[in-house]
T-cell receptor, first 109, second 112 residues
């Protein structure tokens, strides 16, 4: 099985940077995903890491360290629309996704 | 617009009743999944199908069954609903097991 931990809540100011950490313990590893989920909506894909290092996609970046079982999602130049839940998910050796409970980010003006 | 649809959007159901949640995708994805999402627990995999004609059990399969008669449809059935099955149910699909998953809009189910 999987054990995926991420903070429950984070608050930041518009225009600032927020880093959401995710630690995991898995039986096999085939990649780590970050999803964004606005309240009452479906999760949408943000990023994917399978090798160590940083993946940058516009204002969002994701980092992975497989040896440490650690990832983070970096949100830069925060906007009000970034207020959402961010889900860390790990794909195991059987290609099944296990999700963390999610981190709710609140952006304040 | 290509994507995944789920029906119904929401449902209130009496305990003991049978219920089928529908999921259809038009992206010709091979793999499909059913998750439930509960507050504080995140998304948990109920059942999955890697390709039409095959299904498998996820983390929380008890009380649920699925079928995959064709590529597009992946219905989830609760044979005899219980209050602990009150949840938001998401269907997802991916081109293959090695690809990112796309999620449907969800079904909010309340079992009384």
């Amino acid at each position: 099985g999987q054990n995926i931990d991420q903070p429950t809540e984070m608050t930041a100011t518009e225009g600032a940077i927020v880093q959401i950490n995710c630690t995991y313990q898995t039986s096999g590893f085939n990649g780590l995903f970050w999803y964004q989920q606005h309240a009452g909506e479906a999760p949408t894909f943000l990023s994917y890491n399978v090798l160590d290092g940083l993946e940058e996609k516009g204002r969002f970046s994701s980092f992975l360290s497989r040896s440490k079982g650690y990832s983070y999602l970096l949100l830069k130049e925060l906007q009000m629309k970034d207020s959402a839940s961010y889900l860390c998910a790990v794909r195991d050796g059987n290609y099944k996704l296990s999700f963390g409970a999610g981190t709710t980010v609140t952006v304040r003006a | 617009i290509a994507g995944i649809t789920q029906a119904p959007t929401s449902q209130i159901l009496a305990a003991g009743r049978r219920m089928t949640l529908r999921c259809t995708q038009d992206m010709r994805h091979n793999a499909m999944y059913w998750y439930r999402q509960d507050l504080g627990l995140g998304l948990r995999l109920i059942h999955y199908s890697n390709t039409a004609g095959t299904t498998g059990k996820g983390e929380v399969p008890d009380g649920y069954s699925v079928s995959r008669a064709n590529t597009d449809d992946f219905p989830l059935t609760l044979a005899s609903a219980v209050p602990s099955q009150t949840s938001v149910y998401f269907c997802a699909s991916s081109a293959g097991t090695n690809n990112e998953q796309f999620f449907g809009p969800g079904t909010r189910l309340t079992v009384l």
